[in-house]
Structures are given as C-alpha cells and as structure tokens.
C-alpha cells in the first residue's frame, strides 16, 4: 500500500488501501485512524505504527466504530477456523488482487503518458507552422 516507496503510509494512501478493502472513510476518519496510532505526530503511518493497529486490535483497545478496527477485521484471517491452507489461499487472493491492481494503475499511467506524449507533439507542430508562416509573412 506504500505507493510512494517512503516506507510511509500518508493519508492518501490509507485512503486508498481503505477503499481497496472496501471500507471508504472521509477525510477526517481517515485522519483520525492515523492519530490513534502515530506515535511520532508526523501525520503518516511507519510500519511500526502500521503493526501497532493490529496489536490494539486483539488487545481490545480501539472503539468499535473505528476505522482501524474495521482496517485489522478486514485484514486479519483466524487460522484455527480457516486452517494453514486457508491463511495460504487468503494471503495469494491478496497478492493477485495487488497485482491486479498495479496492472491497472500501470495502464492508466501508460494512457497518462501518452496524452502527454501526443499534447508535446501538438505544441511541436504549432511552433513549426509558426515558424513557417513567419517566414511567408516577412
């Protein structure tokens, strides 16, 4: 979920990691589920802070209507009822629903890229027509 490769969770990335898992929250939910566990009040998860949810979770310790109590629900598997293999085929969903979604993102990055590419090779030809009409006009 560490789409910025910071080592950090900010805000619009627990956004999205909670619309992935299916469970939305605004604005300021998602900046009070940060404040419940930011030990260092710079306004972003470590990972540290990130294990601290699941940790307050068994203990008992977040408020029923959290949304970092839904975050650990959502994420956690009990193995004694699913077993091993249950926790293995969980943990595989997760992997191919990431890569899944990487692919897309690639994709919209890659049609991103290209109307870049295209909105350069317009103003290239403008200035040469430009250029060229200067010319005529002298």
Do not use: C, W
Not at 13 to 28: D, F, R, V, W, Y
Not at 69 to 74: E, H, I, Q
Not at 92 to 104: D, I, M, N, P, T
């Amino acid at each position: 979920y560490d789409s910025g490769r910071d080592g950090y969770i900010d805000l619009m990335e627990l956004k999205l990691m909670m619309e992935k898992l299916g469970a939305p929250q605004t604005h300021l939910g998602l900046k009070n589920m940060i404040k419940e566990v930011d030990e260092d009040f710079d306004g972003k998860l470590s990972f540290r802070e990130f294990l601290l949810i699941f940790h307050k979770a068994a203990a008992g310790e977040l408020e029923e209507d959290s949304g970092l109590l839904t975050l650990a629900k959502l994420s956690e598997i009990d193995v004694s009822i699913e077993g091993v293999k249950g926790a293995k085929n969980f943990f595989e969903a997760k992997v191919q629903a990431l890569s899944s979604a990487s692919k897309f993102e690639a994709e919209i990055r890659a049609e991103q890229d290209e109307r870049k590419r295209e909105e350069e090779e317009r103003k290239h030809r403008r200035a040469a027509f430009r250029e060229l009409k200067s010319a005529f006009t002298q």
